[in-house]
T-cell receptor, first 113, second 113 residues
Framework: KAGVTQTPRYLIKTRGQQVTLSCSPI?????VSWYQQTPGQGLQFLFE???????NKGNFPGRFSGRQFSNSRSEMNVSTLELGDSALYLC????????????FGPGTRLLVL | EDQVTQSPEALRLQEGESSSLNCSYT??????LFWYRQDPGKGPEFLFT???AGEEKEKERLKATLTKKESFLHITAPKPEDSATYLC??????????????FGKGTKLSVKP
């Protein structure tokens, strides 16, 4: 069974731009969670989607948003990029609920210049 | 506040030299404790889930144990391919972060041949 896939793998943007990242969960998984990983803060929860609805949100500004499609694929968007948004963005999928075991994708490394 | 502390931050071992990684936590009712392994440039790879004090799980050279305040990841006779960052995460049963994965900063393990 194929794992979680994320595209693109690497991205370079400049301050003020916006970016969209994509995540395809494991087949049959309906819950998708997004995390930001930085050397200073480690892994931090951004939000979770299930059945095209955001079920939970971490402590991030409104510039961070997401959505989920009917096939469970998910996208996250960051608007008005700041230098501090440079990070590895990870997507994780689980069967029905983020409280179940979450399986991570390889991540998208975003560099904001 | 729910939090996870991992120690040591970095650990260097010789091949065959057994050791333990520590994960101490404070959480609003532990729903589950998770161990992941992360290789450079990749997403975290799921290793174990522990749910209650006294529980143990094993996989090859790794053994995870859980008490009411901490978890240990024991590595027996490690090999160079065990080199990675090991992440510990907890899920709370209730409270504001209920269900979210709260990660520690990780322990970076290097095993020299």
């Amino acid at each position: 069974k194929a794992g979680v896939t994320q595209t693109p793998r690497y991205l370079i943007k400049t301050r003020g731009q916006q970016v969209t990242l994509s995540c395809s969960p494991i087949s049959g998984h309906r819950s998708v969670s997004w995390y930001q990983q930085t050397p200073g803060q480690g892994l931090q929860f951004l939000f979770e989607y299930f059945s095209e609805t955001q079920r939970n949100k971490g402590n991030f500004p409104g510039r961070f948003s997401g959505r989920q499609f009917s096939n469970s694929r998910s996208e996250m968007n960051v608007s008005t990029l700041e230098l501090g948004d440079s990070a590895l963005y990870l997507c994780a999928s689980s069967l029905q609920d983020r409280r179940e075991t979450q399986y991570f994708g390889p991540g998208t490394r975003l560099l904001v210049l | 506040e729910d939090q996870v502390t991992q120690s040591p931050e970095a650990l260097r071992l010789q091949e065959g030299e057994s050791s333990s990684l520590n994960c101490s936590y404070t959480v609003s009712g532990l729903r589950g404790l998770f161990w992941y392994r992360q290789d450079p440039g990749k997403g975290p790879e799921f290793l174990f889930t522990l749910y209650s004090a006294g529980e143990e799980k094993e996989k090859e050279r790794l053994k995870a144990t859980l008490t009411k305040k901490e978890s240990f990841l024991h590595i027996t006779a490690p090999k160079p391919e065990d080199s990675a960052t090991y992440l510990c995460a907890v899920q709370a049963s209730y409270g504001g972060s209920q269900g979210n994965l709260i990660f520690g900063k990780g322990t970076k393990l290097s095993v020299k041949p």
